[in-house]
């Protein structure tokens, strides 16, 4: 079932269009990808997903109503969590008080029932394939991979159905790429639907059951795994055929 849909969104700053008539649907359970080059409207998609900004027209369904976001907090009440490149977390803060920060659990005193919360990051780190030695340990001291784990987990522990992740892989390598790759897979597996924003064609189709790349923000492919090859999805994000002429005219 599509948990939010997007259709036909336009917006505008001032003359300028950063999208035109997108469409998206997230599904539970499924990775869509939002691919495209710098300028080509993702930030602007994330944006809009995430209630920081209405679109200029078009229409956002969740569970198939019609649905306005005024503000962040409506895109959070209606269970989308973005993770943005900048993460909020605290890198003086060990793992499991950032896990909780802003959901603390607490005794009937109003104090931190520390051992709780440490055993429940633990398990849910755990359950989604990663294991740290130590949740006592600064989030600061962690690697790049495991601080995007970090965020992701907590969404979904808090109950995030949508999660938007913003170029998560963009400043890691291989084998950190891959830890977070292999998460966002988890994430599916739990049913929660995953919006991954990239600009990375391999690391896309790794993951992804459905694709989108934008262009200058417009919608320049948009088909389902079987419907598409990684070859032809690097293709188009290459800018296909005016890669193409421009080897046209070097040869020629
Ligand atoms: N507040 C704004 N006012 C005017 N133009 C804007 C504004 N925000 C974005 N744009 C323009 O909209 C276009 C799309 O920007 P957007 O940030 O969504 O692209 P992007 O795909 O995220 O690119 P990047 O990867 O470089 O961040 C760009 O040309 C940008 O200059």
Not at 20 to 44: F, H
Not at 196 to 214: E, K, Q, R, S
């Amino acid at each position: 079932m599509s948990i939010i849909e997007l259709r036909d969104i336009t917006k505008t700053y001032g003359a300028f269009t950063a999208l035109n008539g997108v469409n998206l649907t997230v599904d539970e359970g499924t990775v869509t990808c939002v691919l495209g080059d710098n300028g080509a409207g993702k930030s602007t998609l994330i944006k809009t997903l995430a209630g920081l900004h209405p679109p200029t027209s078009g229409k956002i369904l969740v569970d198939n109503k019609p649905t306005v976001f005024g503000s962040p907090r409506d895109a959070l009440n209606a269970g989308i969590a973005t993770v943005y490149q900048t993460l909020a977390v605290v890198d003086q803060m060990s793992v499991w008080r950032n896990f909780f920060l802003g959901n603390e659990l607490t005794t009937s005193l109003g104090l931190l029932r520390d051992e709780e919360m440490k055993t429940i990051t633990s398990n849910q780190l755990h359950d989604m394939g990663i294991d740290l030695p130590n949740v006592d340990v600064e989030v600061g001291q962690l690697s790049g991979g495991q601080r995007q784990v970090v965020s992701i987990a907590r969404a979904v522990h808090f109950g995030a159905r949508v999660i938007v992740l913003d170029e998560p892989t963009a400043a890691l390598g291989v084998k950190q790429s891959g830890m977070v790759l292999r998460f966002i897979a988890a994430a599916r597996e739990r049913g929660v639907g995953v919006v991954l924003i990239t600009h990375n064609p391999h690391h896309a189709y790794l993951v992804g059951d459905h694709f989108t790349i934008l262009n200058l923000g417009r919608q320049v492919l948009d088909a389902d795994r079987d419907e598409v090859s990684l070859a032809a999805l690097t293709q188009q994000m290459a800018g296909g055929s005016e890669l193409e002429a421009l080897s046209h005219e070097l040869w020629e």
